[in-house]
């Protein structure tokens, strides 16, 4: 009987790479935050080892705030794949699982930081299920 490795998957860490905030008014702590999170995938053509996550991340408070936190997670596979599908269902049930808490942790100390406006926003724990949509080169710029 042989026994398979299991594929390591190593995380370089997250990149912040853009913040968008707009406020009206200090935030009531009664209204209520709408979270939108966006997770896509970017495989480089010529490196099966390596793939990024694209996670935009946007908190909406109608009439106080609006901040979108966009960051990308660096990931790579110690060994290639053969199965794409395999791969890709690695890295969907995956990644979005390990950057979230960096992205999260992120904008809790960026929101604590900006005092009477948001006070600090604690974003709850979210469970990723799916297909990433893959983007390309031209859309990761």
Known sequence: MEIQNQPKLTFAGV???????????????KASIDLKIEPKVFYPEKDNLFFKIIM???????????????G???FKFDIEFKDLDLRKRFVNNNAPAIMFPY??????????NL??????????TQFFQGDLEEISRDELS
């Open 103 to 112: 992205i999260r942790s992120f904008i809790s100390t960026l929101t604590s």
């Open 56 to 70: 935009s991340v946007n908190l909406k408070c109608e009439n106080y705030f609006d901040l979108e936190v966009v």
């Open 15 to 29: 990149d912040i790479v853009n913040i968008n905030f707009n406020t009206k008014s200090p935030y009531d702590q």
């Open 115 to 124: 005092g009477n406006v948001t006070g600090n926003l604690n974003i709850p």
């Open 72 to 74: 990308v997670g660096n």
